[in-house]
């Protein structure tokens, strides 16, 4: 039987996180040249060491930024199982395939009390692969293990369930 593919495409795009990733980049940029400022104007000058923290701050907070601006989640669920990247951290495709799911349904969740937020996390409730909301593709495997996959597509993929015949609760 021939099944239409499900995608769905995520990013961290919540403006507080921006707000605060922004922030605090600012505040560092700002902050660590005034530091280098001050301490010539006391006629000290920087050691190596000092210089390698001040460049090395600067190399992680532009990475930091780099690393939230092009994290990536996608989901696709075709004939084969429900399949995830989260680029930059799954570069190969996880697939879940049909044959090891017990079930899989839509679900709303608490992202922080749950999982304790979003990105890759644990909690008491399995695994969650989500960048923001608190709709999710909840699957159960055969071997008792639960995955949640977020989405901002809840009906969409409660409409592929229905129209391709896959498990639901």
Do not use: C
Not at 38 to 56: G, K, N, T, V, Y
Not at 57 to 84: C, E, M, P, R
Request: charged share 20%.
């Amino acid at each position: 039987m021939t099944h239409l593919v499900f995608e769905e495409k995520q990013r961290f795009n919540q403006p507080w996180l921006w707000v605060i990733i922004i922030g605090v980049s600012l505040l560092l940029f700002i902050k660590i040249p005034l530091d280098l400022i001050h301490s010539s104007a006391e006629d000290q000058p920087l050691d190596l060491s000092s210089s390698l923290i001040i460049i090395f701050s600067f190399l992680f907070i532009v990475a930091l930024n780099v690393l939230f601006y092009s994290a990536k989640l996608n989901t696709k669920i075709d004939g084969n199982g429900i399949g995830i990247t989260f680029w930059p951290f799954i570069n190969k495709p996880k697939v879940f395939n049909w044959d090891d799911i017990k079930n899989a349904y839509v679900r709303k969740y608490k992202p922080l009390s749950e999982f304790g937020g979003w990105g890759i996390r644990y909690g008491w409730n399995g695994r969650a692969y989500n960048t923001s909301g608190n709709m999710g593709l909840q699957i159960i495997l055969k071997s008792g293990k639960k995955i949640l996959i977020g989405t901002q597509k809840p009906n969409e993929i409660e409409t592929y369930f229905k129209n391709n015949n896959f498990l639901k609760e």
